[in-house]
């Protein structure tokens, strides 16, 4: 690969560059990123088999460390040295962004712990990637990949339920069957995107809404990106109070108090509690 001239044999600043590598289109690579790892003193991979095809690929002969989550820490004394000693190191991981759900964050601390020069470059990114095709809310929250107990899943996402923005997860193929029970337990009327070997040649996007979700193929492999869209806008009908609750106000309002009678009607609509009072009032006056 010829890289542009104008990228070509600018002095490049002493200090720990985040690089992203593609998630899965080797054409995705920026010029940039081909020039600092080229010029970099040594690569942090998350796994070097999976990185040394990447960089021959584009004729990079940077030095590789190995650095992934079981040596980071070990490694993070040596990291520091070399970057206190004015070398240019890169940071990268299988695929995507570092530390968004990779290696990288306890060492980029230490960076800003230390004062050391941290530069990130933007690419590709599995999160934005599949929020951009979502058609949800532009405003979404990254939770990551589950955790390992579905007890935890469970109350995480009852948590995560309450958020009114689209939700980003990551999830081994081999998780997802067990975990549909828990998204249609909390996410129900919503809808959902699953998207797999993304830019790769066989990329599939599928989307359901989440109570329709059914078992996938178990052969499925790999990672999978969710997105669960935003909660739908309530409809202005369903913030009046119906006939059927304006009776029930009427039998309750002799034997309990109006805040009484507010909690058990608020528990099952969304209907606003200062509605639910004002009605009160009103045939509490009129007794």
């Not at 081999?174 to 996410?187: R, Y």
């Not at 809404?209 to 009908?237: Q, W, Y």
């Not at 639910?276 to 009103?282: A, D, G, H, P, R």
């Amino acid at each position: 690969m010829t890289l542009n001239p104008k990228f070509q044999n600018k002095e490049i600043k002493k200090g720990l560059y985040i690089i992203p590598t593609p998630i899965g289109n080797l054409g995705d690579i920026t010029y940039r990123a081909i020039e600092i790892l080229k010029k970099s003193d040594f690569i942090l991979c998350e796994d070097t088999r999976i990185s040394r095809k990447v960089m021959e690929k584009f004729d990079v002969k940077s030095k590789l460390l190995s650095n992934h989550k079981f040596n980071e820490k070990k490694n993070l004394s040596l990291i520091i040295n070399h970057l206190r000693n004015d070398k240019i190191i890169s940071l990268v991981s299988d695929a995507g962004t570092p530390g968004i759900s990779d290696p990288g964050a306890i060492l980029v601390r230490e960076c800003v712990k230390e004062k050391i020069n941290i530069f990130p470059l933007p690419g590709p990114s599995a999160v934005s990637t599949a929020v951009s095709i979502s058609g949800f809310s532009e405003r979404y929250f990254f939770y990551g990949f589950f955790p390992s107990k579905l007890k935890d899943i469970k109350n995480d996402l009852k948590l995560l339920s309450q958020l009114n923005s689209s939700i980003v997860f990551f999830i081994s193929s081999k998780k997802m069957n067990k975990t549909i029970p828990f998204l249609k337990e909390s996410f129900s009327d919503r809808e959902i995107l699953i998207c797999r070997e993304m830019t790769k040649i066989y990329e599939e996007y599928l989307r359901y809404k989440v109570d329709d979700l059914k078992t996938l193929d178990k052969n499925l492999k790999g990672e999978l990106t969710l997105v669960i869209s935003e909660k739908k806008k309530i409809k202005k009908s369903s913030l009046l109070l119906s006939e059927s609750d304006k009776n029930n106000i009427r039998k309750m309002i002799k034997k309990l108090s109006i805040k009484e009678i507010v909690n058990l009607i608020s528990q099952n609509n969304d209907v606003p509690k200062k509605k639910i009072y004002n009605f009160c009032l009103k045939i509490k006056n009129e007794v």
